[in-house]
């Protein structure tokens, strides 16, 4: 394979840069954009509320269960590799989305999106630190990766809107292939060439059990609003989950090389990170699943408003993620996340009072929110890197997002099962995640070591 190009190293950096951000925006782009489209793919296809669900969370879960294996095989074959398979997979995914004629279609398409961008999401972050070996360089890259994550987290719906009520649903994966072929080319071309390490082997059997418990609990989660627990077979799907789950901790303990390495979580830091990044994503990717349900469903806004209406989150997460990266030098790592915890608790609080329309307060209530995420994103992002090495920061990065992804995996069916059970979805939900929110903050700041 071709080596990167002879480029001036600061012109280099900065096109490296934007290159996995491009990759990276469209990943965490796809888990929420099609939220605005739920409507109109039901309406073609006929389909059940289930299957719209499945539509939805497909992509999540093969993205979750497949990302420890992307990070082995990162930091096995070298990410630069990886990461354009990854990407390959992804953009011809996007196509196989925007072609589909039948609901099955669709969703075998979305489960090969998230394959994709389980390949491409651990490879990036490895390449963050093989591109910024400095620390600080690489805190102020990663604040501006981070920051375009999480305005692609808030532009899915705005972005949806603006194309399914002016180009139809299938132009929210079509989107994707200008990007994906600019990421291919620019990547192929630019990025650095990491060494790969043979020493670690793909953990089939841990693999496979990852899938398995992920799958039974989505069936679990997805099904319960339709199902009676008592004459279905939810409760073996509950069961299977669990026993799945008991078998991979199992695994992973006895594995010569797990895909799931425990010593990792042997750093308190590194465990409040997953933590923090699991509930912030159940909370975020729920509450945002469940407006968009409510502004069209509840309340009848077009795909266009719905977009429109949750734009101030894409505007004060890109505000809040311009100075994330510099505040962090500042502030230090645990006083920022605290912060941002805090804040996003307040957001969520002001959020209950949502009626119909956006007032004063709710604006105020959305910059709260979107800005505590994106003070809260880069600080567990340089927790999980700090003193990786080039051979590690896949797996590590792997962990940390996986734990984000399955957030917003169990967030977006919790957020389907409590917006069936209970006629104020929003006041419910809104009022968890504030509390959530500050039960992390009060953990962050008892609990956690700065990094000097």
Same mark, same amino acid.
């Given at each position: 394979?071709?080596?990167?190009?002879?480029?001036?190293?600061?012109? *280099?950096?900065?096109?490296?840069?934007?290159?996995?951000?491009?990759?990276?925006?469209?990943?965490?782009?796809?888990?929420?954009?099609?939220?605005?489209?739920?409507?109109?793919?039901?309406?073609?296809?006929?389909?059940?509320?289930?299957?719209?669900?499945?539509?939805? &969370? +497909?992509?999540?879960?093969?993205?979750?269960?497949?990302?420890?294996?992307?990070?082995?095989?990162? &930091?096995?074959?070298?990410?630069?590799?990886?990461?354009?398979?990854?990407?390959?997979?992804?953009? =011809?995914?996007?196509? #196989?989305?925007?072609?589909?004629?039948?609901?099955?279609?669709?969703?075998?398409?979305?489960?090969?999106?998230?394959?994709?961008?389980?390949?491409?999401?651990?490879?990036?972050?490895?390449?963050?630190?093989?591109?910024?070996?400095?620390?600080?360089? *690489?805190?102020?890259?990663?604040?501006?990766? #981070?920051?375009?994550?999480?305005?692609?987290?808030?532009?899915?719906? %705005?972005?949806?809107?603006?194309?399914?009520? &002016?180009?139809?649903?299938?132009?929210?994966?079509?989107?994707?292939?200008? !990007?994906?072929?600019?990421?291919?080319?620019?990547?192929?071309?630019?990025?650095? +060439?990491?060494?790969?390490?043979?020493?670690?082997?793909?953990?089939?059997?841990?693999?496979?059990?990852?899938?398995?418990?992920?799958?039974?609990?989505?069936?679990?989660?997805?099904?319960?609003?339709?199902?009676?627990?008592?004459?279905?077979?939810?409760?073996?799907?509950?069961?299977?989950?669990?026993?799945?789950?008991?078998?991979?901790?199992?695994?992973?303990?006895?594995? /010569?090389?797990?895909?799931?390495?425990?010593?990792?979580?042997?750093?308190?830091?590194?465990?409040?990170?997953?933590?923090?990044?699991?509930?912030?994503?159940? =909370?975020?990717? #729920?509450?945002?699943?469940?407006?968009?349900?409510?502004?069209?469903?509840?309340?009848?806004?077009?795909?266009?408003?719905? #977009?429109?209406?949750?734009?101030?989150? /894409?505007?004060?997460?890109?505000?809040?993620?311009?100075?994330?990266?510099?505040?962090?030098?500042?502030?230090?790592?645990?006083?920022?996340?605290?912060?941002?915890?805090?804040?996003?608790? +307040?957001?969520?609080?002001?959020? @209950?009072?949502?009626?119909?329309?956006?007032?004063?307060? !709710?604006?105020?209530?959305?910059?709260?929110?979107?800005?505590?995420?994106?003070?809260? !994103?880069?600080?567990?992002?340089?927790?999980?890197?700090?003193?990786?090495?080039?051979?590690?920061?896949?797996?590590?990065?792997? @962990?940390?997002?996986?734990?984000?992804?399955?957030?917003?995996?169990?967030?977006?069916?919790?957020?389907?099962?409590?917006?069936?059970?209970?006629?104020?979805?929003?006041?419910?939900?809104?009022?968890?995640?504030?509390?959530?929110?500050?039960?992390?903050?009060?953990?962050?700041? %008892?609990?956690?070591?700065?990094?000097?």
């Amino acid at each position: 394979m071709k080596g990167p190009a002879t480029v001036p190293h600061e012109q *280099r950096q900065f096109i490296v840069l934007v290159t996995l951000c491009a990759g990276m925006f469209m990943a965490i782009l796809d888990v929420n954009v099609i939220n605005i489209a739920t409507i109109s793919i039901r309406s073609e296809f006929h389909a059940s509320v289930s299957a719209i669900t499945w539509a939805v &969370d +497909a992509y999540n879960l093969s993205l979750c269960g497949l990302m420890l294996s992307g990070g082995t095989l990162a &930091d096995r074959y070298g990410s630069r590799r990886i990461w354009l398979s990854g990407l390959v997979l992804f953009t =011809c995914a996007s196509l #196989g989305c925007g072609m589909s004629v039948a609901m099955w279609q669709l969703i075998l398409f979305r489960i090969l999106q998230g394959a994709g961008a389980a390949l491409f999401i651990p490879a990036s972050f490895s390449l963050l630190s093989a591109g910024w070996p400095d620390r600080h360089a *690489r805190q102020q890259a990663i604040g501006m990766f #981070g920051g375009l994550v999480s305005v692609a987290a808030a532009a899915g719906p %705005v972005l949806g809107g603006v194309l399914v009520g &002016d180009f139809g649903w299938r132009s929210i994966f079509l989107i994707n292939l200008p !990007v994906g072929l600019y990421g291919i080319c620019s990547g192929y071309r630019l990025l650095p +060439a990491a060494l790969p390490s043979r020493l670690r082997a793909l953990d089939f059997t841990g693999q496979v059990l990852a899938m398995a418990t992920l799958g039974c609990l989505s069936w679990v989660l997805i099904q319960l609003p339709e199902q009676e627990w008592g004459q279905s077979a939810l409760p073996f799907m509950a069961l299977a989950s669990l026993l799945c789950a008991g078998g991979f901790v199992m695994v992973e303990r006895k594995s /010569a090389s797990p895909m799931l390495p425990l010593v990792f979580f042997r750093s308190l830091a590194f465990n409040l990170a997953n933590l923090s990044g699991f509930f912030i994503n159940v =909370c975020y990717f #729920g509450s945002l699943y469940a407006l968009s349900l409510i502004l069209q469903q509840y309340w009848h806004y077009t795909p266009f408003q719905s #977009g429109m209406a949750l734009l101030p989150l /894409a505007f004060f997460l890109f505000v809040g993620n311009l100075s994330a990266g510099r505040l962090m030098r500042r502030w230090g790592i645990k006083k920022q996340m605290v912060t941002g915890l805090l804040a996003g608790s +307040a957001g969520y609080a002001g959020m @209950i009072l949502l009626n119909g329309q956006i007032t004063l307060l !709710v604006f105020i209530s959305m910059a709260l929110l979107a800005g505590g995420v994106a003070f809260a !994103v880069p600080p567990m992002t340089a927790v999980v890197l700090a003193g990786r090495t080039r051979d590690t920061a896949g797996t590590a990065s792997a @962990i940390h997002t996986t734990f984000r992804q399955t957030g917003s995996l169990v967030g977006i069916a919790l957020a389907g099962l409590i917006f069936s059970c209970t006629q104020a979805p929003i006041t419910v939900l809104m009022g968890l995640s504030a509390l959530v929110h500050l039960l992390l903050a009060l953990m962050n700041a %008892v609990m956690h070591s700065d990094i000097p």
